[in-house]
């Protein structure tokens, strides 16, 4: 396993959710209309709070940016997603500080959110009692958000860094994610069963610690509550950055970044463009035909003609697809 350093970002809803449940404890008695304001997002709310994504949907609102995208996600670097995202004034997206599962995959997704707080008994008792007789949950709350996973989905879970009788994913929850998804997780918590975690070869995950002890989450274990789940599908906050469900997940090189899902295209293609120019650029360096300051600014009309014709001759080889070499090819030469 390995770790990365750092962390950054904003509030955004993460302070009306914490209101949000402020009013739950307050109001317990018309707690279920509490809850479904605050944090079990129905259909509704998830397209609600991601107006931007004009494409197809989950059943359960969230944006399915398609798998294509995904796929091309993968060649991304988190500089070049970075950019783009900062480009359209989404500045706190990036977050590291993570131990690493299968450090040398790259983890791609779409983001199921759900978060926990502090365990309260009351609260949980109408949580557990509401979401039983609405939704029909069946098992322990660790188990509810991994029952909605789809092929292809990212779970990602604030457990507010609870490390000891934290851990709600092992090796058996783990598993469950796995065949659901396909996927890992970015978990802001403990895991336990590492070593069994690791046994399963796509699970690229992120999470914040280890720890073999196991969480409390239900009233019927008889034991110290330790958290309770208050939040699926809705805003949550992973370290600095607020997370949105249907949001690409793009974990790598010890961090991760959170894109938008009406931005995702516009990342993969400003990623490609970047290769293009970058393969280009390098082949001229080793031929010595341009300087290192001529291909490192702004191309001189002549270098753009020839990075046309460079395009136009190995059009079938390059690090991109032909519509997006097709479009750079027809661009004016300025």
């Not at 350093?5 to 449940?21: C, D, I, M, Y």
């Amino acid at each position: 396993m390995k770790k990365s350093f750092g962390s950054r970002f904003g509030n955004g809803l993460g302070s009306t959710l914490r209101k949000a449940v402020v009013l739950v404890a307050v109001t317990a008695s018309v707690a279920p209309v509490a809850l479904a304001q605050q944090g079990f997002f129905t259909r509704d709310d998830v397209i609600k709070y991601t107006p931007e994504w004009k494409g197809e949907r989950f059943p359960d609102g969230r944006p399915k940016v398609p798998d294509a995208i995904l796929d091309r996600m993968k060649n991304v670097t988190l500089e070049e997603a970075w950019a783009v995202l900062q480009g359209a004034s989404f500045m706190h997206q990036y977050e590291d500080g993570w131990v690493s599962i299968h450090p040398e995959n790259i983890l791609v997704g779409r983001a199921l959110t759900s978060v926990w707080m502090p365990g309260r008994p009351d609260i949980q008792k109408v949580i557990e009692e509401t979401q039983t007789a609405e939704n029909h949950r069946i098992g322990g709350e660790n188990a509810w958000p991994v029952d909605m996973l789809q092929p292809r989905d990212v779970y990602v879970s604030d457990h507010f860094g609870l490390k000891e009788n934290g851990p709600s994913i092992g090796d058996n929850v783990g598993n469950a994610i796995y065949a659901k998804s396909g996927n890992g997780i970015v978990y802001n918590g403990a895991v336990r069963d590492i070593n069994g975690l690791n046994e399963l070869p796509n699970f690229t995950s992120f999470v914040r610690s280890y720890d073999p002890s196991h969480h409390y989450g239900s009233l019927r274990t008889g034991k110290l509550l330790n958290s309770t789940m208050v939040s699926i599908n809705g805003p949550t906050r992973i370290g600095e950055v607020l997370v949105m469900p249907g949001d690409v997940v793009l974990g790598r090189n010890g961090g991760v970044i959170f894109i938008p899902p009406q931005l995702a295209e516009k990342v993969v293609v400003s990623s490609e463009r970047t290769h293009l120019e970058d393969a280009f650029g390098h082949l001229r360096l080793k031929e010595g035909k341009y300087t290192a300051g001529q291909i490192d600014g702004r191309w001189s009309p002549e270098i753009q003609k020839d990075y046309h014709e460079w395009l136009k001759q190995n059009e079938d080889h390059l690090p991109a697809p032909k519509e997006v070499v097709e479009q750079v090819i027809n661009e004016p030469i300025r």
